[in-house]
């Protein structure tokens, strides 16, 4: 038995229906009652609360909200509860590879535990990030950042404000996803070491990069324990173009193996180095960092570290959404391994002549 209709009067003045895309007005609780035989109030508990009517009723009500598509704006339901059941996302560039498992990752979390991702990048700008953190803030419930290239005391204001998670760099008191680069690292150093290599140069990313600094000193300390030189490059940016524009650098070295800060960077080399006549592997070893989607593409293949980004995108949604629900550690760290994957781009160094 339904519950019985009574006089409404909010139902008798319902507000002014807002029209789709395609014309068509949105339906709402005073539709959806209509064609269940309830009132509105009644729909209203069985949307944002289940189990607060019948179960015959709270069925009525999903069959009606299903017959005239209703859809849940998330914006209205915060009104009474505080939540959005949204998460923003800010990645360092958005047309950069190394971001895409990032953000499937925090998807389908987010997905999985009725959420809606909220994407935004900062194109590797620190001020153009805190604008975009601030401008989202005001409408999600929690904000993950992908390699921000803010200060530490800005992500731990936003902290103070909602819960905040940081992919790729660790900050004090704020809950962190971070790839522990130095079982990767060693696993590169050691097998250029073993192929003949005697001196290795590091491309470095940009300035700010907090993981940058992180992988410059785990080349260090390998080739420390390897007794191989190491020398350190600057980019001008950490894409294709920026690793094209770096090999007249790496040629005046004199290394004969590269690890670069990330797989654009190795690839965009490799092409400027081909183009110049030189042989990969045999005249020189590139290895770059993350293992990101077409690194096996190039010829030859890239030899790589990978980093689980997946694995780094929902781990972080995780850590969100846990805090959220009141259920996680508010400075908790997450790390995740990284490995050697072995391609055509590096090999033993032939004699020159």
């Not at 005697?198 to 410059?216: H, I, L, N």
């Not at 390998?222 to 950490?238: D, G, I, Q």
């Not at 020189?284 to 993350?290: A, L, P």
Request: hydrophobic residues 40%; glycine residues 8%; contains cysteine.
């Amino acid at each position: 038995m339904t519950e019985p209709r009574t006089p409404d009067v909010a139902a008798t003045r319902a507000p002014a229906k807002k029209h789709a895309r395609d014309g068509k007005p949105n339906a709402t609780i005073y539709d959806i009652a209509k064609v269940a035989g309830v009132n509105p109030s009644t729909v209203s508990r069985a949307l944002s609360k289940p189990g607060r009517v019948s179960a015959k009723t709270q069925k009525l009500i999903e069959d009606a909200a299903a017959e005239l598509n209703y859809q849940v704006n998330p914006f209205a339901r915060a009104l009474p509860t505080g939540r959005t059941n949204t998460f923003g996302l800010i990645v360092a560039d958005i047309t950069n590879p190394t971001f895409f498992d990032i953000i499937r990752g925090a998807e389908t979390t987010a997905t999985v535990r009725d959420y809606t991702l909220v994407l935004a990048e900062s194109a590797e700008s620190a001020v153009t990030e805190l604008t975009a953190a601030r401008r989202m803030m005001a409408t999600v419930d929690g904000l993950i950042l992908a390699s921000p290239r803010m200060d530490d005391d800005d992500i731990r204001t936003l902290a103070r404000d909602k819960p905040v998670v940081v992919i790729n760099r660790e900050v004090d008191g704020v809950p962190c996803v971070v790839p522990d680069v130095n079982k990767g690292i060693s696993e590169a150093v050691r097998s250029l070491a073993a192929n003949g290599h005697t001196k290795v140069a590091f491309v470095a990313g940009p300035a700010q990069s907090w993981m940058s600094a992180r992988r410059w000193e785990g080349v260090q300390a390998a080739c420390e324990w390897s007794r191989l030189e190491a020398v350190r490059l600057e980019s001008t940016k950490p894409t294709v173009d920026g690793g094209r524009q770096v090999a007249r650098d790496v040629r005046a070295s004199g290394a004969t193996a590269v690890l670069t800060y990330n797989d654009l960077l190795a690839i965009g080399l490799m092409q400027e180095l081909q183009a110049a006549g030189m042989v990969v592997p045999d005249q020189i070893s590139i290895v770059g960092f993350d293992d990101i989607f077409g690194a096996d593409f190039t010829t030859p293949p890239l030899t790589t570290v990978r980093s689980p980004l997946g694995e780094c995108g929902s781990g972080a949604a995780t850590l969100l959404l846990d805090l959220l629900h009141g259920t996680g550690e508010p400075a908790a760290t997450l790390r995740v391994e990284t490995e050697l994957v072995l391609r055509g781009s590096s090999g033993r160094l032939l004699p020159e002549g």
